[in-house]
């Protein structure tokens, strides 16, 4: 309860100034009371011709009241400090972003309302007269708004309640008798009605909008959660299928070393038992040489002839096989065979992987992709604006409409001198715009007998007639060449043949991180009529080539 005194209190002894307690409290004629200071410095602020008003009531005065001490009004306000009382909220003072009161002096506190007849804004304070005095009856109040100069027209400086339908401005009704006269005017607030609607459109599609990235959001959040998931279990099955074949290679390795060891031990085996018959052999013939020797020097002839006969008997020949000796004993057969066989594991690999990374790529991209545009609204969503390079054209070519159409004239066009990017025997152009990591939609009008529609890297050559400078005829380039009877689709010189109705307007949608070009025929419905798919490297820029005169192709204004 005596909480709510002290505010009762603090607002019935307060300065509609500073809104802080009286301090020298005096009243003046009307019967309001302020600060001494403040009401000084509010009659002191600008040239009053000698009329002085209240702040509060707006009641006036001349000539300017003298102002004395209200001894008694600050005796009481003394003693309000003492029972406690304390001052407004900090949150009431104007802050960043706030709009301060204009009526405040010192510390300024947030405006509640801004009139756009005073042209002022107020705090809650200083906004009653608004509402108390007859006279503000007519005033105009909105909630405090900022800069409300710029709602003064600058030449008449009167409000701005009038909108220029002819000239989409806002004008004083001044401006509607000079230099707006005869133009189509409505007051401003008949005007906001009408755009208040089409606002609420924009906000309604904004919010579909806003759902539908939702959800896109969801459906990538949900897609990021299945590929993390998938990747997992892949890099698991993969390390299995790695670990198997990682054994598989050292079990060759184990059986290779164990082949050579094997081979090594027989041939060792073979040599050490022909070597220890030679020696048993060696040992068998120096006994019967000294046998030899001494039957040679016995001298009992007796002894000599009954022994020799079988002494020089000529020794046998021996079982032994015949073995060739090689001096250069080695197994670079066999290493040249394991040499063979790692370097076409390698070759494998390399390729496989290509395939793998392929696969890899193609597997995380279109599962993070947004689906593909079903129908020519959702095509649309995707729509680009591009205009035509004239430092580019050949110089038959003539651009127009805004740099959006090109026609194959017979006389040379009044380009700037010869540039380095400008075809100068192929009658083609390209566009300003260079496409990259996103998608991009546009549409083409051709007529004639034949023309070209595709997209190029900036590195395709400009010189000459060749393979190396024409739309579809090289790796740098994609292309669609179409005629009255049928299409073809062209890249590194590879040509497509393509059987669908004519249309003489062509839809073309890129999808740069996908790898995708796809060309359709454009009616009621949207025909494919044939799609790249690719890994896109550089920014392209889309490219047309008209091929006989008076022939032209469009870039038509999507909305």
Not at 305 to 326: E, H, K, R, Y
Not at 387 to 403: F, K, Q, V
Not at 532 to 544: A, C, I, V
């Amino acid at each position: 309860m005596a909480e709510a005194n002290i505010l009762v209190a603090h607002d019935q002894f307060s300065c509609s100034v500073c809104l802080e307690l009286l301090k020298d409290p005096v009243a003046i004629p009307c019967g309001h009371s302020y600060c001494m200071g403040c009401i000084k410095n509010c009659w002191d602020q600008t040239d009053h011709t000698g009329v002085y008003s209240c702040p509060q009531c707006r009641k006036t005065f001349t000539p300017r009241p003298d102002l004395c001490r209200n001894t008694m009004l600050a005796e009481v306000v003394e003693k309000l400090k003492k029972t406690g009382l304390s001052p407004p909220p900090a949150q009431s003072y104007a802050g960043p972003g706030d709009v301060p009161c204009d009526f405040c002096t010192g510390r300024k506190f947030k405006a509640v309302k801004s009139c756009l007849t005073c042209l002022a804004s107020y705090c809650e304070t200083h906004v009653k007269p608004h509402s108390e005095g007859a006279a503000f009856k007519r005033h105009k109040l909105i909630n405090a708004i900022g800069d409300l100069e710029q709602k003064l027209c600058a030449e008449h400086q009167k409000v701005l309640d009038i909108f220029c339908r002819t000239d989409q401005t806002c004008v004083c009704v001044l401006c509607t008798d000079e230099d707006h006269k005869s133009h189509d005017t409505v007051s401003a607030e008949k005007e906001r009605t009408g755009k208040q609607k089409q606002l609420g459109e924009t906000q309604i599609e904004i919010q579909q909008r806003i759902q539908e990235r939702l959800k896109e959001i969801e459906e990538l959040k949900q897609a990021v959660e299945t590929l993390k998931r998938s990747a997992c279990i892949e890099i698991k099955e993969s390390e299995k299928i790695f670990t198997e074949l990682i054994r598989s290679i050292e079990k060759i390795h184990t059986e290779v070393i164990e082949l050579i060891g094997a081979n090594e031990k027989a041939a060792v085996n073979q040599a050490e038992g022909r070597m220890k018959k030679l020696e048993q052999e060696i040992a068998e013939l120096r006994r019967r040489n000294t046998e030899l020797k001494q039957l040679s020097e016995t001298e009992d002839h007796i002894h000599f002839l009954q022994n020799f006969q079988s002494l020089c008997a000529p020794p046998g020949a021996g079982d032994l096989p015949s073995i060739t000796v090689n001096t250069d004993i080695s197994f670079g057969a066999v290493r040249k065979a394991v040499s063979e066989l790692k370097d076409h594991i390698v070759d494998f690999c390399k390729g496989e992987l290509v395939k793998i990374t392929t696969t890899v790529n193609e597997v995380a991209v279109y599962s993070l992709q947004a689906p593909e545009p079903r129908n020519r609204a959702e095509f649309l969503k995707y729509s680009c604006q591009l205009t035509l390079d004239p430092n580019t054209a050949y110089r038959e070519l003539c651009l127009s409409e805004g740099n959006r159409k090109v026609t194959w004239r017979r006389e040379n066009q009044r380009y700037p001198d010869d540039h380095p990017e400008r075809f100068d025997r192929s009658p083609q152009v390209l566009c300003r715009e260079g496409l990259s990591g996103t998608r991009c939609y546009w549409e083409i009008e051709w007529s004639g007998e034949w023309a070209s529609i595709g997209v190029t890297y900036k590195g395709i050559s400009r010189k000459g007639w060749d393979h190396s400078c024409r739309l579809g005829c090289n790796d740098k380039s994609w292309s669609l060449y179409c005629s009255d009877s049928s299409y073809t689709a062209w890249h590194n010189n590879n040509q497509t043949a393509i059987t669908a109705p004519h249309s003489p307007r062509i839809g073309v949608y890129l999808d740069f991180n996908a790898g995708t070009l796809s060309f359709y025929g454009v009616s009621d419905t949207m025909t494919l009529l044939h799609r790249f798919q690719t890994t896109f490297t550089e920014p392209l820029y889309p490219g047309f080539g008209v091929h006989c005169y008076d022939s032209s192709v469009t870039i038509c204004q999507l909305n």
